[in-house]
DNA sequence: TCAAATATAAAATATCACAGTTGAAGGGCG
DNA sequence: CGCCCTTCAACTGTGATATTTTATATTTGA
């Protein structure tokens, strides 16, 4: 039991720093649902006082991450079927959002760098679907939308199904073929100018990713 | 010109209070868009030390209510027309999330609740429409879907777009009215049991509360 | 008049003091 | 001898404050 792995941080802006090596612990499903954190502790693995690491918690408190208990102490939200059909509500009626914003306002070099993401060479070497090329994927085409009230609201829903991700690493590796071939199917739709198909295809892939931990989608 | 008036709190507790003082100005429209505060003013007006505006400034922020400028001093969000529009789409498609799961685990109690809220006497005394009364109405119905996710995501966009109340508070008094209007019909369609039509009343009393900030919708 | 240097004010971090909670050790009772 | 209750020590978050850093405004010198 060697806890969540988190990077250590450097110099200024510690508070920036602080919140996004522990929104990329999330993210990479470092997190286990359950699992209490202190604050003290943190900011010794982050080199830190506890100045910054509470302003970011804060902010991981809002954005559910973390949650406050009745005894003022953190803790990752524990595994939840209720929360998990809602983050994939909150997913797919958001992001269809976003994705035909994004749709609008795409030219011929942004499609270009879609296919270089998702011609990127897969990683053989991590077990579980590629969550760096995942994450690429989707928030370099939201951020096309260029909407800054819905993307922080997307990168949240994220972060909170990050802690779940936990549960599924090291667990299913077929995963990654199924959602690469959707990120094509999402692309082709919109080289060939069709907004609908791709929200279809983008819905099911939203599904897929929540598939493991809902078995009836 | 005397800024925001915002409520001097007590005693322990003080991050929540402090958090709960600043949202409630929000939510009466008491900042302005485009507002520079300073933690120390907050802190002074408060009445505590920095450290529990600093964090509760920090959730704001995760909220959107505030947004960190280069400078690192904290701005209310200037008016922004794509803004209000997001927040507008992002009200439809989460609220009528939450309107679907509230309608399926209502009882006759909650309806009866939900009525007495409507039948509660308006208040001829203050020019603009009911905001206490909006709130309530929205939020008795939208807490019976008992969603940990979906909540704290539509206060934050109520919050965001409590900022540009400030632009047509002492200005829409006609809206009142109309918006009542619209509350009972949405009650009414659920006490039928017509989910569908509640949410089609549910978004034109939402796509009305954006009327005088968007002209065309 | 403009630019560089400096002074001032605010924020960021670190540290401190305090109060509440937790969990385990220890003592008393069945 | 075993179980439960009490007690106490370590730990936690919270709020305040001192210190350092950074940005902005002001002044000074060319």
Redesign the interface.
């Given at each position: 039991m060697d806890g969540p792995r988190i990077q250590k941080i450097e110099q200024s802006k510690l508070r920036e720093s602080a919140y996004s090596a522990l929104r990329g612990a999330f993210m990479r499903g470092e997190f286990a649902p359950g699992t209490v954190v202190s604050l003290r502790t943190l900011a010794d693995q982050l080199g830190t006082s506890m100045t910054p690491v509470?302003?970011a918690v804060?902010?991981l408190?809002?954005?559910?991450a973390f949650v406050d208990t009745p005894s003022r102490k953190l803790e990752v939200p524990p595994f939840d079927e209720?929360?998990m059909k809602?983050?994939m509500?909150?997913r797919l009626?958001?992001e269809?959002?976003v994705l035909r914003q994004a749709a609008q306002s795409m030219g011929p070099g942004d499609i270009a760098g879609l296919r270089a993401i998702i011609d990127q060479p897969r990683r053989p070497d991590l077990q579980g679907p590629d969550l760096e090329a995942n994450y690429d994927f989707h928030f370099t085409l939201y951020r096309l939308s260029?909407?800054?009230?819905?993307l922080?609201?997307i990168e949240?829903l994220w972060l909170?199904y990050g802690a779940y991700l936990n549960r599924i690493i090291h667990e299913a590796a077929a995963q990654e073929l199924e959602e690469h071939a959707h990120h094509v199917e999402i692309l082709a739709a919109l080289e060939a100018g069709d907004i609908a198909a791709a929200e279809a295809a983008l819905q099911d892939d939203i599904k897929r990713s929540f598939g493991v931990l809902l078995p009836a989608v």
């Open positions: 509470r302003e804060r902010r408190v809002a954005e559910g209720r929360r809602d983050l509500s909150a009626a958001l269809g959002l260029g909407s800054e009230v819905l922080p609201m949240a909170q």
